[in-house]
């Protein structure tokens, strides 16, 4: 079976869920091949859970060699990678940063890329993916016509089904990065107080103008956090100044699919869910019946966000503990 | 200092997207705005001008047809000093691989210290074409940048990542892309409207940039769609009124999903 190239996300010696996703769609395509940036002793604690779904091998690089160039190195890296190894595909997370490497890969190696599949499938020995375009009112099959095709996914697309394997474990050369790059001086992690990244995240809560309030966000957040959740706004919240700009969920926001997106006070105008209508599972609370967020909403309640986010949170601490 | 800003024309928001059942492609005739993230990358040229004086020069630069000159007035009337059209029949069809190599092919000849693209665009919204004009012009790419500053031929911004943000230096020339927290786009005044019926907007035909038509446009394209069709309506929804218990009755609906 061919390679299919998967670049891992993690963290602190945990796998993102959206890699675990990943490697589920590489088992449908060939023999999936974790590639793993961040040094041997990272590696080492995460080659077991990629194994467990599905890698047949783990490449591991020592990001201290990579340096500190902005994105650069990773591309030149998988460009490596796929020059020794010959894949019939390579998978990226569909984060902002995931689709900048995909875009300057396919430059590299001239391929064609594909965004935001939600699914992959082989057509005779051609890679076909699936993608929901336009803010998810289009479902589209597109394939590359040269090259290696380059996939980013829609992290929650599938779910990660366990496929135990015993990856060999290989650690690969770090190609030299030509010409000059931007340099990282310096990372800062977030005021996000711990929360999943807004695109990746497996549930999402969201408040727009009816929260009323910056102070009122807190609210949101709880409730956010309570489920494990990223928060979300709508543009009139973040343009109030009520959240910052990154959270802004829509067509000049972010495009959010999580299993669950809980809007709260958003009354649901087109802008806002072209970012969030493929979400699989939608709440909405709305003291509006005839905001058009419930023509969206698998449920719905006709209420004060004030009351029943409270009542909501109190519910969800109250079956947790039990 | 040369600074060229991307611009591209897009459907309005509110506009329904769909792809032509037999070309395959999206239909763009009901395209007429300004991508909304490009006023972003027009306002950062504007300001970085503004700071560095009056030898700075603010181009806009798009790959459209004729009817992107609409784009093209509206940055002019914002503030920028003159436009570059690439309008070629042979572009059309082309894949983000296709328009960042043309791009690159319009840039380069026009000069540039500093290219300032949108993050994303409202209708393709991959966000892929500024870090590929960064390989195509072989220069550092910086994107999704806040607060620049430039010092000399360095450039110093902040770039928000998923989880917080990066300080980066940059030398120049180079590429960058902007997000919505940089600024807050300026209206074009009355003055800056009639300047812009003044100002220089050039036509380029892919001939004049030396770019071969089977290096972009459809034929070019490294991407093809195999079929497309509409997203199945979402299945059935219920919608209660809060009788006090509407918090309640969430819980028990995430219950039944298996959500909680
Ligand atoms: C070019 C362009 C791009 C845009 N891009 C985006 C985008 O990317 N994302 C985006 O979100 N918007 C975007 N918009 C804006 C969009 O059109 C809407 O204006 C915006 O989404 C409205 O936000 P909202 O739903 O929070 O506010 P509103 O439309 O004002 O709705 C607030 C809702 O809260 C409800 N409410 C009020 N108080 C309470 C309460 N106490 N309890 C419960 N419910 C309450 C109200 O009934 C109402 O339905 C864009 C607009 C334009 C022109
Ligand atoms: N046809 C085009 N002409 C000029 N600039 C473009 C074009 N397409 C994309 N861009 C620029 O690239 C940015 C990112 O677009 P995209 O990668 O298509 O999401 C936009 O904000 C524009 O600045």
Known sequence: MSDVLVLVDHLDGDVGKPTLEMLTLAGRLGSPVAVVIGGDSAATAIVEKLGQYGATAVLTVDADQLGSSLVAPVVSLLA???????????????????KEIA???????????????????????????????FGGSTIVHARATRGVPIITVRPNSVTPAAAPATPEVAQVPVPPVEGRQATVVETTVDEGGGRPGLSEASVVVAGGRGVGAAENFALIEQLADSLSAAVGASRAATDAGWYPHAAQVGQTGVTVAPQLYIACGISGAIQHRAGMQTSKTIVAINKDAEAPIFELADFGVVGDLHTVVPQLIAEIAKRKGS | MK????VKLVPDTTADKRIDPATKRLVRTGETVLNPFDEYAIEAALQLKEKLGAETTVTVVT???ERGKEV??????????DALMLSDPGCEGSDVMGTAYALAGAIAKNGFDLVVCGTQSTDAITGELPGALAEFLGVPGLTYGRKFEIDGTTLRAERETDSGFLKVTTGLPAVVSVTKSINEPRYPSFKGIMAAKTKPTTTLSLADLGIEASAVGLGAAATVVVDSAERPARGEHAVVKDEGDGGKRIADFLVSRKLL
């Open chain 2, 72 to 81: 093209v007035r509206k940055a002019l009337a914002m503030g920028a000093d």
């Open chain 1, 103 to 133: 875009g300057r890969l396919a430059v590299r190696l001239d391929a064609g890329v594909l965004t935001d599949a939600v699914d992959v499938a082989l057509d005779g020995s051609a890679v076909v993916v699936e993608q929901s375009v």
């Open chain 2, 63 to 65: 790959m459209a047809p």
């Open chain 1, 80 to 98: 490596s990678v796929v020059a020794s190894r010959a894949p019939i595909a390579v998978l990226i997370s569909s984060t902002t940063e995931g």
């Open chain 2, 3 to 6: 600074i060229v800003v991307t």
